[in-house]
């Protein structure tokens, strides 16, 4: 048995698909990776906010009145009060009747998808939704359709074919983690409302950076209020830990007594409540943070395709750049380290067959004089390997 698990990781790294771990050291914008100091544009800390002083206040605060562990699921004994004071301006923030907060957005829609749909229900889901997505659908055992990326058509003609009378959710990525492009909101509630469906949003990668007070992208589009199930997590922008589900009330009490990855597991530590209750006051407060952030990517998109490069359909803070071929992006990749930044190569089974890429994301607390180091260093980088003129 061991000798065929060998053979698997041998035959990834034959495609240059084998993953390995690495010992990491965050410091702002910066990271120490194995010993060598890079300029980091890997991380989901799109804020800045996971190294926040307030944040790690209102956590050491926690700790000290509730202690380091939950001790029991939410359910059980493990609802602490800093849950229900988080979940009180998490709603007032989304603006939703009801939300609740779970261990992570991993968590969250395995949780939501298996919960909302049964046997009988269909889930048309994007196909470049997050593994956690994927994952949700299967262990519903509902019927699973995917449709072609953003591809509003193909829904439609999917949806068409199927019984009117059986229960259908929509769900997509409201920014796709990989590619930095927004799905198309407005068409896609349109849809749900012709057909009937319940659509579910992720907004993992917008929350706190879309929306006027940084609700997310549904916000943005002016479309939250005929979303139905909206969640998101605080482990990206927010800076720490854990995800949330906003909605109808009836919604989140189904969920409380349905909801198996909410049931049967220990809540969250009082620490990381305090950091999600600080972190949804300064993400209000201090919009200066995603608007910098907007005009950096905007900036930094602009000249990589000035430069030459493919960067996909991203319009946002996450940009890809396309290389295609896994060893070259694992090459381009270790160019840019040779430099000083750290950007990771994406390999398949993430993205694509022949989509291989470096996926660079952007923070809040980073420079326009760094940005453009290093746009020096990236277009070096693309012209030494040929991928520009
Ligand atoms: C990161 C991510 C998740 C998982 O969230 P965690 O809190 O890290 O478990 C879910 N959905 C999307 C789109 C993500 O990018």
Redesign the pocket.
């Known amino acids: 048995m061991w000798e065929e698990l060998q053979t698997h990781i041998e035959q990834l790294e034959k495609k240059a698909q084998k993953r390995a771990l690495v010992n990491v050291e965050s410091d702002g914008c910066f990271i120490r990776i194995d010993g060598q100091h890079a300029f980091n544009f890997s991380s989901?800390n799109y804020l800045g906010l996971a190294n926040d002083e307030r944040l790690i206040q209102a956590s050491m605060e926690a700790t000290r009145t509730y202690g380091v562990g939950a001790t029991a699921s939410r359910l059980v004994v493990g609802n602490h009060p800093l849950y229900e004071q988080a979940e009180d301006v998490l709603i007032r923030w989304k603006g939703y009747e009801a939300a609740l907060i779970v261990?992570?957005?991993?968590?969250?829609?395995v949780g939501i998808l298996s919960s909302l749909a049964g046997r009988d229900a269909v889930i048309f889901s994007d196909k470049w939704?997050?593994?956690?997505?994927v994952d949700g659908a299967i262990l519903s055992r509902a019927e699973v359709k995917r449709y072609r990326h953003a591809d509003i058509d193909h829904l439609e003609t999917l949806l068409k074919k199927t019984d009117k009378h059986k229960r259908k959710l929509i769900v997509t990525?409201?920014?796709?983690?990989m590619d930095g492009d927004v799905a198309p909101l407005r068409e896609l509630v349109s849809l749900k409302e012709a057909y009937g469906a319940i659509l579910v949003v992720?907004?993992?990668?917008a929350s706190g950076v879309y929306g006027k007070n940084g609700e997310g992208m549904a916000h943005e589009c002016q479309v939250a209020q005929h979303v139905d199930v909206h969640?998101g997590?605080?482990?990206?922008a927010l800076g720490s830990?854990?995800?949330y589900v906003a909605g109808k009330r009836v919604f989140i009490d189904y969920l409380i007594n349905t909801m198996r990855p909410f049931i049967f597991t220990t809540a969250l530590p009082p620490s990381v409540l305090g950091a999600i209750y600080a972190a949804i006051d300064v993400v209000q407060k201090e919009p200066a943070r995603r608007y910098h952030l907007c005009a950096l990517s905007d900036h930094f998109r602009t000249r990589l395709q000035q430069a030459g490069f493919h960067i996909g359909e991203s319009t946002t803070h996450i940009v890809p750049l396309i290389v295609g071929d896994n060893e070259r992006a694992l090459a381009f990749s270790a160019r840019l380290r040779e430099r000083g930044i750290f950007a990771v190569a994406i390999r398949p089974p993430t993205v694509p067959e022949g989509t291989a890429r470096i996926r660079f994301s952007l923070m809040a607390t980073m420079t326009k004089q760094q940005i453009d180091w290093a746009l020096e260093h990236i277009c070096a980088v693309g012209k030494e390997m040929g991928l520009i003129a």
């Open positions: 989901n261990n992570s957005g991993y968590t969250a829609n939704n997050h593994a956690s997505i990525d409201t920014i796709f983690s992720d907004e993992a990668h969640m997590t605080f482990s990206k830990y854990g995800a």
